[in-house]
């Protein structure tokens, strides 16, 4: 299976719904450990997003999701909007000039995108962050990339693990952010962050695959 830019505007179409239908749901969490603004600001941005898409259409795959990166930096209040944005424009970075990808490519770019989340942050998995969503689901998903495991079982899988990971960030104490301020008061609650990118890998695997 091939991933058309078609598939990537597709994708973030779906996650601008997305987050204008559970912008309550993610300031709701937020609310709990946080400033209780990350679904507004998450929404707020893919509109943007959304928005300046029409002037970068036209382009390749990678200056798409650079715009949607350098949007999401500048619109985004709080960490989300560096550390979105980094996501973005480091796996733009690392697809370079193709004009299609393979899921296989796809894929080693999201993780040089999240290993640039990692340095910024200075997150580690098990700090209550989105961290302990995507790296649960790619360090699963990379070993079988040469498994003959079909795209839709893979993506199927990424949410599977993404699903459980946000559900995860309950019991775990926040190492990272506003959250960290709370110390052990942080534990009982899940993280906007993790549950933010649970939403982005399962637009994208409904973009790709229609499921």
């Known amino acids: 299976m091939q991933i058309e830019k078609q598939h990537i ?67 985004v209040g709080g960490a989300s909007g560096p550390l979105y944005g980094t996501l973005f424009i480091l796996t733009s970075t690392a697809i370079g000039n193709r004009e299609q990808l393979s899921f296989e490519e796809l894929v080693r770019s999201l993780r040089c995108g999240v290993d640039g989340v990692i340095s910024r942050g200075k997150a580690e998995q098990g700090d209550k962050t989105m961290c302990d969503v995507w790296l649960p689901v790619l360090n699963s998903i990379m070993p079988q990339l040469d498994s003959g495991v079909s795209v839709e079982r893979l993506f199927d899988e990424m949410v599977e693990i993404a699903e459980k990971s946000a559900v995860a960030t309950i019991e775990m104490q926040a190492k990272k952010g506003r959250a960290s301020y709370l110390g052990e008061r942080s534990i009982g609650f899940q993280d906007p962050g993790a549950t933010s990118s649970l939403i982005l890998i399962k637009a994208l695997r409904q973009a790709v695959t229609g499921s």
Do not use: Y
Request: hydrophobic share 35%; net charge negative; charged share 25%.
């Open 9 to 75: 505007i597709h994708w973030l179409e779906l996650c601008a719904t997305a987050f204008d239908e559970n912008q309550d749901f993610l300031t709701d969490l937020d609310r709990d450990i946080g400033d209780a603004d990350h679904g507004w600001n998450m929404n707020r941005g893919f509109k943007k997003v959304i928005e300046k898409l029409p002037t970068v259409e036209k382009q390749n795959i990678s200056t798409i999701l650079k715009n949607t990166g350098m949007t999401l930096l500048s619109s």
